[in-house]
Nanobody, 127 residues
Framework: QVRLVESGGGSVQAGGSLRLSCAAS????????MSWFRQAAGKEREEVAR???????RYEDSVKDRFTISKDNSENTLSLEMNSLKLEDAGLYYC?????????????????????WGQGTQVTVSS
C-alpha cells in the first residue's frame, strides 16, 4: 500500500520560511516523478515544484528562487524549502507521485497524471 504523508505546514508571517516534508512508503521516490502541488482557496490544484528520477527540477514561475525541492532516495522522502513566503503562497500543499514527468521540463504536471497523493498540509501566510 502506497502512502505519502506530508508534514511541516503551519502559519507564518509574510517573508518567513517553512519546510515541508513528505514521507513515502510503498513506493521508491527514486522511481517516480515527485512533485508538490498547491491548492489555494477557490482555485484549482496546481503544480508548484517537481523533481524527476534523474534529479531534474522544475518550479512554477511564482516560486522560482524562493522554493527549493529536494528528495532523499535513501530515506524515501521529499522536501520543499519555502523562503520569502508571500500571501499568495497560502494553501493546502500536496505531495504527489507520478510514474513519469512531462517530457518537456517547461510543462507543468497535470494532476490527472498523478498516481498517488498525500492528504495535504496547510500553509497559512499572514501579513
Amino acid at each position: 500500500q502506497v502512502r505519502l504523508v506530508e508534514s511541516g505546514g503551519g502559519s507564518v508571517q509574510a517573508g518567513g520560511s517553512l519546510r515541508l516534508s513528505c514521507a513515502a512508503s510503498g513506493l521508491r521516490t527514486s522511481a517516480y516523478c515527485m512533485s508538490w502541488f498547491r491548492q489555494a482557496a477557490g482555485k484549482e490544484r496546481e503544480e508548484v515544484a517537481r523533481v524527476g528520477t534523474l534529479g531534474q527540477t522544475r518550479y512554477e514561475d511564482s516560486v522560482k528562487d524562493r522554493f527549493t525541492i529536494s528528495k532523499d532516495n535513501s530515506e524515501n522522502t521529499l522536501s520543499l524549502e519555502m523562503n520569502s513566503l508571500k500571501l499568495e503562497d497560502a494553501g493546502l500543499y500536496y505531495c504527489a507521485a507520478a510514474r513519469w514527468c512531462p517530457s518537456s521540463n517547461t510543462a507543468s504536471l497535470s494532476g490527472r497524471l498523478v498516481a498517488y497523493w498525500g492528504q495535504g498540509t496547510q500553509v497559512t501566510v499572514s501579513s
